[in-house]
């Protein structure tokens, strides 16, 4: 793959979130489909690991849509990528400029001049710490294509400290 230049897509959510719905006692999905989940899992995350450590291209994406992969909740891909050993930087980039570039989309994935403006404002440093980014209870804001779709920023206004009298 890497001769070749070719993409890796990992969507780690896909295998672990049905495989957490199942645990957490969703039967709805069949039992080929947890059975299959069960038999490439860790394969799937060595497979990405050794890529990744390759140093081979890497974007993110989504099943969003599929069995307990909601739309909105991608963003914990981030996560997902962290917890195996990517960095937070890497995982970072992989979402957004390596995505757009997969894509072939030169106006995104990128804050530049002239490009759509499509971002999450988050509360805290996401390098420090990924769930920053990953998790949508720590999202302030998000811009799709410069107009804002979502904004949570007074949940996030500090109230001043009050220093209690002696």
């Known amino acids: 793959m890497k001769e070749r230049n ?22 709805s999905i069949p039992d080929y489909v947890i059975e299959k989940s069960r038999r490439v899992y860790d394969r ?9 450590k390759a140093g081979g291209r890497i974007a993110m994406g989504t099943d969003a849509g599929t069995p307990h992969n909601r739309h909105g ?10 917890d195996i050993g ?7 980039f992989f ?19 002239g490009n759509s403006a499509d971002l999450v404002l988050c509360d805290g ?14 999202h302030r804001m998000v ?8 904004d949570n ?6 109230q001043p400290t009050r220093v209690a009298a002696e």
């Open 6 to 27: 070719v993409w890796l897509v990992p969507t780690l959510a896909a295998v672990k979130n049905i495989l957490k719905g199942y645990d957490d006692g969703d039967r």
């Open 95 to 113: 979402s957004t400029a390596s995505a757009a570039d997969l894509m072939r989309l030169a106006d995104q994935g990128r804050i530049k001049e």
């Open 86 to 92: 990517i960095s937070a930087r890497d995982s970072l």
């Open 44 to 52: 799937h995350i060595e497979a990405t690991k050794m890529y990744y």
């Open 143 to 150: 811009v799709k294509r410069g107009v804002v779709a979502r």
């Open 73 to 82: 909740e991608n963003a914990r891909e981030l996560e997902y990528m962290c």
């Open 125 to 138: 440093d996401a390098l420090a710490d990924i769930k920053r980014a990953a998790r949508k209870e720590n």
């Open 153 to 158: 920023r007074a949940a996030f206004v500090r």
